[in-house]
């Protein structure tokens, strides 16, 4: 039998890496996709030696359309799994934030998810089965926290649950994982200071994969790893929406983050 195949945007770091890694551990041949050329092959030399799989290696800026067409493609020849995960956030305020940053968090946040669930989805349908993961967050379950990248994290939660329901019984399921804060590059690479967030809302990048896996074995649409953040979001689907806000706001500020 040959080894199923998944294919990892944003594998370079963070919780990526943790998906790749586990993939790995599990049997998946790789196909990881993201910018650092030397991060990627250091990667796959590492899951090679370690796993004794497959691992292409696919470099690809998601901000470029030529790029995601490329990933597309490699899609459309066929993988069991997608795992939409790249994506990043940026600080400052909207009405000062650089247009073309804020027009590529858009074109990896959600452009890119569009463009590679599209192409994943018919080979998965000729074949009965398949899984597409789609890495949101707690901010596109929250309203109030930040603007852009919490729209983008909506977006993704939201066509997500649209799909799942489309895809019905067909064999294909789709699934919206949405972490809280986990220790990874992405504040850093963001610019957003992290200092007053308490130690019991940080969750690890080996935790949310865990997790988020298991409940996609189980079938949950949305994975909403770590209890705290469960009773956070099941909180705030109970309150009004404008008290949402108005507690974001006092906790995470809700400005200063695009
Ligand atoms: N960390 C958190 O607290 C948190 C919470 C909720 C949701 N998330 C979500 O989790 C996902 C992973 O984030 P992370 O925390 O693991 O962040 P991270 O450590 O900064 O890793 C981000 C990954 O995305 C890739 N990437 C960024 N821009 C890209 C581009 N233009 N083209 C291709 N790849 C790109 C990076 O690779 P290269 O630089 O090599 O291209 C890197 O591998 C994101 O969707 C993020 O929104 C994170």
Request: proline fraction near 4%.
């Amino acid at each position: 039998m040959p080894r199923p195949v998944v294919l990892i945007t944003g594998p370079t770091a963070g919780l990526g890496a943790g998906y790749a890694r586990r993939y790995a551990r599990d049997g998946y041949n790789l196909v990881l996709v993201a910018r650092n050329v030397e991060r990627l092959e250091d990667l796959a030399a590492e899951l090679r030696a370690a796993n004794g799989i497959d691992v292409e290696v696919l470099p690809a800026d998601l901000t470029e359309a030529a790029d995601r067409a490329n990933v597309a493609d490699r899609l459309t020849a066929g993988v069991q799994v997608l795992v939409n995960n790249a994506g990043f956030g940026t600080s400052g305020e909207f009405w000062t934030a650089d247009a073309a940053v804020l027009q590529a968090q858009l074109d990896v946040n959600v452009t890119s998810v569009m463009q590679l669930t599209r192409a994943a989805l018919p080979p998965m349908l000729a074949a009965g089965s398949g899984t597409v993961v789609n890495i949101a967050s707690v901010a596109g379950l929250l309203s109030g926290r930040g603007s852009t990248y919490s729209a983008s994290k909506a977006w993704v939660v939201s066509f997500t649950e649209g799909l799942a329901n489309g895809l019905g019984d067909t064999g294909v399921t789709v699934h919206a994982v949405c972490p809280g804060f986990v220790h990874t590059e992405f504040h850093q690479r963001a610019g957003i200071d992290m200092k007053s967030i308490p130690n019991f809302m940080w969750l690890n990048v080996d935790d949310v994969v865990a997790e988020s896996l298991a409940d996609i074995a189980k079938g949950k649409v949305v994975s909403i790893p770590g209890l705290q953040y469960k009773v956070l979001t099941t909180g705030g689907r109970l309150v009004p929406r404008g008290l949402v806000r108005t507690l974001t706001k006092g906790f995470g500020r809700g400005r200063d983050r695009t």
